[in-house]
């Protein structure tokens, strides 16, 4: 079925589904036309070209299509995808007591091991995820490395298409997938990544807040949340509203007003020290898209800031460093490019950044990929495994939304690209490093 159109049988699928839950007539038949107009686009074409270089006549694309539908009427009503097939480990939880270990006797060179807490703080009555990376000196705890630690990741497609359209789709459709760490995939960096049942939190650390962007979620960075923590930071990334997790509903507070992304780094931040007990020695934030107006709203000028993917830099504070792409085709890097000169950022040589030769970073500094033929598109800053779920996830709509020049926040520029790990090779190093310059961590 997938291989003869694999557009048009998601839409067959997803308009019997919506039949069978009884949603409104409007709804259903918004789904029936994608599906009707699928079909008079295959009409229209002699042949459909495919990934993998073959061709399927239109008429095997209506014939498989029809046929299908009896199949999927018995369809699963979910599914777990897991790339490895293998179980994922429990993570330890945070609590209102969480204790604190002292890092700043040690050196951060001599961290090999990182531990991944899935918290969470409590923001006027709703629960809110908030993944930790944090780093671990083997004599102040007792770890036992698994590695069969899988990250927990929710794609909503109930979310998605309310966000996008208003409509209400059932619950069903929605995936869950366990994400591999980056560090267990990266024989390089001689670091190892586990879970501790101590609930322990530093007591005093350098402290960076990552956050996710439109639809995207607390996973998004956490390559860079592993890199970080392997150098002594304490990482934390919020789940916000716009997630396509959904793990939460934000309209679901106490006082009934719908909690947003000021609130939640607000809160996060005051239980950071009045309940965790940590110390911060100092602030730093990351944000990719969306989160880089999250970026811009946070700290005072004291904080360092970094923007990956966003329309503008943060010009708020003295420590401001701005990465963008000519092949971002979500948020146009040229928006950016006057703020720059303006406001006296330095550029940063794209090939020296490559071979990671710089020496002294300067304050204010910005890269921008401009060679189109490796530059990253938009979702490229993002880990791997979170861009290879939304893929595998959206797979059947890509080719239809291309042929049809539908903007997906260049997901399908990152099917054919699959370049998450060549972007985070460069983008990587010279975040952590700014950070480690800016934020004084030696």
């Known amino acids: 079925i997938r291989t003869a159109h694999p557009s048009g049988c998601y839409i067959a699928r997803l308009s019997l589904t919506l039949i069978h839950d009884g949603t409104n007539r409007t709804t259903i038949m918004c789904v029936l036309f994608l599906f009707l107009a699928t079909a008079v686009a295959a009409f229209n074409l002699p042949s459909y070209p495919q990934q993998q270089h073959h061709e399927l006549p239109r008429a095997a ?17 979910f599914a777990l995808e897991n790339a490895n ?21 040690g050196s951060t060179q001599s961290i090999k091991t990182i531990i991944y807490n899935n918290l969470s703080v409590n923001v006027d ?48 459709v929605d995936r869950n997938f366990s994400l591999r760490p980056s560090s267990f995939d990266d024989s390089n960096n001689n670091v190892q990544i586990s879970s501790s049942s101590h609930q322990q939190l530093p007591q005093s650390a350098p402290v960076v807040l990552l956050a996710h962007g439109y639809l995207g979620s607390r996973f998004d960075l956490s390559h860079l949340g592993e890199a970080l923590a392997a150098q002594g930071f304490l990482v934390l990334a919020p789940e916000y509203p716009e997630s396509l997790a959904a793990s939460y509903d934000a309209t679901e507070s106490t006082s009934g007003v719908p909690i947003d992304r000021t609130m939640i780094t607000n809160k996060l931040l005051e239980m950071l020290t009045k309940e965790w007990n940590v110390q911060p020695t100092a602030y730093g934030i990351v944000g990719h898209s969306l989160g880089c107006g999250t970026v811009d709203r946070t700290g005072d000028g004291s904080w360092t800031r970094v ?13 401001s460093l701005f990465i963008g792409s000519v092949n971002d085709g979500a948020v146009s890097v040229s928006r950016a490019v006057d703020a720059l000169r303006e406001n006296n950022f330095a ?28 530059a990253p598109n938009h979702i490229s800053f993002l880990a791997e495994g979170t861009n290879d779920a939304m893929v595998k996830f959206l797979s059947p709509l890509l080719p239809l939304s291309r042929w049809l020049g539908i903007p997906v926040l260049d997901f399908d520029k990152y099917q054919i690209s699959r370049d998450s790990k060549a972007t985070g090779e460069v983008v990587i190093p010279l975040v952590v490093d700014y950070l480690k310059e800016m934020m004084r961590v030696s």
């Open 347 to 374: 550029s940063l040589n794209e090939e020296t950044i490559r071979s990671q030769s710089w020496d002294k970073l300067p304050s204010r500094a910005s890269l921008i990929f401009n060679n189109p033929s490796n």
């Open 125 to 172: 009555g709703v629960q809110v995820p908030v993944a930790s990376w944090r780093p671990s000196i083997d004599n102040n705890e007792n770890i036992q490395i698994n590695n069969n630690l899988y990250y927990q990741h929710r794609i909503s497609v109930s979310k998605i298409g309310k966000a996008l359209a208003g409509w209400k789709l059932p619950s069903f």
């Open 61 to 77: 694309f209506i014939s498989t299509s029809i046929s299908s539908v009896g199949a999927i009427v018995n369809q699963p009503a």
């Open 85 to 105: 097939s293998r179980p994922a480990a429990k993570v330890a939880a945070s609590s209102s007591s969480v204790s604190g270990i002292d890092i700043n006797n």
């Open 307 to 319: 923007c990956l993917a966003g329309g503008y830099p943060s010009l708020k504070g003295s420590n």
